[in-house]
């Protein structure tokens, strides 16, 4: 009765967050309550050739030195937490006392340098191929039974934080429908990427000027592109250059589809 009153309370208050304050208050309250932890880390990665890459990340309560110090290109983060928890989906329980060899030295160092006792690390994967959302969260300083209830917690806690963490992510990048205005708002990211795509420029060149990798730009011009209703980035480039021309006095020229 207990552990339903608590996914209940989880699936409500979850439907609030819509913004950085909301699932700052709702991870604060809610989630620690369900789950009592010192800090934690969370965020949303999409795939790619290569593993993932990350479009968004939240710490809540992780100094700015630790979180330095295992970051890595494309926003994510260097950690065996993280690698076990793409591949096998998790839940992934490490301790300090934790004798096994197969965790990073230089990783374990910073962990214990941070104070950390423990961390657990839990998953959450929703739709295929292109579509395909990966949700990761690790929470420090737990209690070591909760190693023995990882799936369990998974289950209750990660479709719910999956979903705030979409509503975030589509709240930050959202902007006025087209059909409201002749010329659509871009937010600063989303300008960044479609400046560079106007200039002819593929997904690869775009992702090397903003650091992003290829594939997470496909798919941010891929979210864009739904949200505005195109259906290719000839269509995105004519609607966003409609009110604009280039430096030579003609419109901006889009590269071929990728």
Known sequence: MRIKRSRDLLASSARSVVDAESLNEWV????????????????QSV???????????????????????IACAGGNARSPILTRLMHIGGPVFFDEDDER?????????????AGWRNVLGLAHREGEGDQLLFTSAAFY??????????????QMVMPHLHAAL?????AQTEVESPAA?????????ERAIVDLL????????????????AETIKHRL????????????????RLISRNEVGSSGQPPRPTPDE
């Open 166 to 170: 979409s509503r975030v992510y589509q």
């Open 222 to 237: 891929s979210l864009l592109m739904r949200r505005l209703d195109v259906r290719n980035r000839t269509e995105l480039a």
């Open 28 to 43: 604060q309250g809610p989630v620690r309550a369900v789950l009592p932890h010192g800090a934690m880390l969370c965020g």
């Open 47 to 69: 795939p790619h050739s290569g593993g993932y890459a990350a479009i968004q990340a939240w710490s809540f309560g992780v100094p700015p030195a630790y979180r330095a110090k």
């Open 198 to 213: 106007l200039q002819g420029k593929t997904n690869k060149e775009i992702g090397k000027r903003l650091g992003r990798s």
């Open 101 to 113: 060899t197969d965790f990073d030295a230089t990783w374990r160092s910073n962990f214990r340098l």
């Open 181 to 189: 205005t002749s010329e659509p708002t871009l937010a600063p990211a």
């Open 141 to 154: 300083n737990v209690s070591s039974r909760m190693e023995a209830h990882g799936r369990a917690l998974q």
